[in-house]
């Protein structure tokens, strides 16, 4: 049978921040705590990134349904954690919004649990605390997991993300930004902490 399996992090290309939970994790339909952030990105970096989910996904969904009949196998369908972006009208902007989650807290399969803290800097690679509000200019730090949905038939990836790198942060609604304290001074925070493509320096979905 097919088991979910870790993959190698990367970076996404930069986007527009849609509705980001990723200062404090979103407790509304799951009490533990979910992170989460939509990223719009247009142009080749969009269409490549699509391209290589979209390829993982149809491999996973392949390798679910191998030992199948072939009815069984017509019951199941793609899922890919993505979309093509549509104006009010029904056509295409032209830009792809990608959906990427992280639980907040992680059942490792020694029975402990693991609490996740998103990764956050700057466009210097520095720790931030700063709240990323909707329309931020960022990239995600994130890796592909194959996910297989049996109750609805589905099968493909997930994009897990432990880090989020902002080069101008927007002002609108936050969807789980901080807004800032009055009087309130940082810390001075200089940790380099982005991490490269292999996950250095970020907290890791974990073995779940």
Known sequence: ????????????????????????????????????????????????????????????????????????????????????????????????????????????????????KMNLVDGNGVASSKAIFGDSTVRTQFALRDIKMTSGKQAGVRLDFCGVQWTKLGTGSAGGGFGKVEGFEGPGEDTPSFGNASGGGATPSGDY
Do not use: C
Not at 48 to 76: D, F, H, N, Q
Not at 86 to 100: H, L, Q, S
């Open 1 to 116: 049978m097919a088991q979910p399996t870790k993959r190698q992090y990367q970076f996404s290309p930069f986007g527009e921040a849609i509705h980001p939970w990723v200062n404090k994790p979103d407790t509304k339909f799951n009490d533990d705590g979910v992170y989460k952030m939509g990223l719009r990105v247009s142009g080749d970096d969009a269409i490549k990134l699509a391209a290589e989910i979209r390829a993982a996904s149809e491999a996973y969904l392949e390798e679910v349904t191998a030992e199948m009949t072939p009815g069984e196998r017509k019951k199941w369908t793609l899922y890919v954690p993505f979309k093509e972006e549509e104006d009010d009208n029904g056509n295409p902007t032209g830009a792809i919004v990608f959906d990427f989650k992280q639980n907040a807290k992680i059942k490792l399969k020694s029975g402990g649990i693991k609490e996740v």
